[in-house]
T-cell receptor, first 117, second 113 residues
Framework: NAGVMQNPRHLVRRRGQEARLRCSPMKGHSHVYWYRQLPEEGLKFMVYLQKENIIDESGMPKERFSAEFPKEGPSILRIQQVVRGDSAAYFC???????????????FGPGTRLTVT | AQTVTQSQPEMSVQEAETVTLSCTYDTSESDYYLFWYKQPPSRQMILVIRQEAYKQQNATENRFSVNFQKAAKSFSLKISDSQLGDAAMYFCAYTRYGNKLVFGAGTILRVKS
């Protein structure tokens, strides 16, 4: 069973460009979470999605950031008009469906390191 | 809002010795889950150990064990027989009912040979 896949692993964008980060959850997982890790800091929650629904976006910046998890295909985190402060590692995690979940464990992908020049 | 605090930015341990990493958290809930994640230089987040709040027994995974003190809202990680491969950043995390993980700031663990 393949783990959580993220691509690209490294992404370089100039200020003002758009960044698209992709996340394919583990097979059978329908919950996706995005986290951001700034240099020398812990992970900060951004958004929690289920298929075609945003469940919790309380950690998303109000502007320029959006996320989706369509019925088919990977989850996408989109950052428009990137600025240097967006440089960070972005992690995706997934968990299986069902309530209550057995362990509430989230399985992490390897992350995408975004560098804005 | 829930918060997680790791008061030790950095810790060192001699190979084969034991080290304890501290974590405290703040919540008004009674049911929740706590985790320790390891992040080596590769940046991959690896689950080390989990603890369900309703369980009084402390979780153990091989050389890793926790000291869970619910009343004190404390969740420390003990690593026994430390190995060079244990060197990493360690994050304590809290979640409730499969919602977002709230992470501490992390503790860098250095292992000396």
């Amino acid at each position: 069973n393949a783990g959580v896949m993220q691509n690209p692993r490294h992404l370089v964008r100039r200020r003002g460009q758009e960044a698209r980060l992709r996340c394919s959850p583990m097979k059978g997982h329908s919950h996706v979470y995005w986290y951001r890790q700034l240099p020398e800091e812990g992970l900060k929650f951004m958004v929690y999605l289920q298929k075609e629904n945003i469940i919790d976006e309380s950690g998303m910046p109000k502007e320029r950031f959006s996320a989706e998890f369509p019925k088919e295909g990977p989850s996408i985190l989109r950052i428009q008009q990137v600025v240097r402060g967006d440089s960070a590692a972005y992690f995706c995690a997934s968990s299986p469906p069902g309530f209550p979940q057995v362990s509430y464990e989230q399985y992490f992908g390897p992350g995408t390191r975004l560098t804005v020049t | 809002a829930q918060t997680v605090t790791q008061s030790q930015p950095e810790m060192s341990v001699q190979e084969a010795e034991t080290v304890t990493l501290s974590c405290t958290y703040d919540t008004s809930e009674s049911d929740y889950y706590l985790f320790w994640y390891k992040q080596p230089p590769s940046r991959q987040m690896i689950l080390v150990i989990r603890q369900e709040a309703y369980k009084q027994q402390n979780a153990t995974e091989n050389r890793f064990s926790v000291n869970f003190q619910k009343a004190a809202k404390s969740f420390s990680l003990k690593i026994s027989d430390s190995q060079l491969g244990d060197a990493a950043m360690y994050f304590c995390a809290y979640t409730r009912y499969g919602n977002k993980l709230v992470f501490g700031a992390g503790t860098i663990l250095r292992v000396k040979s």
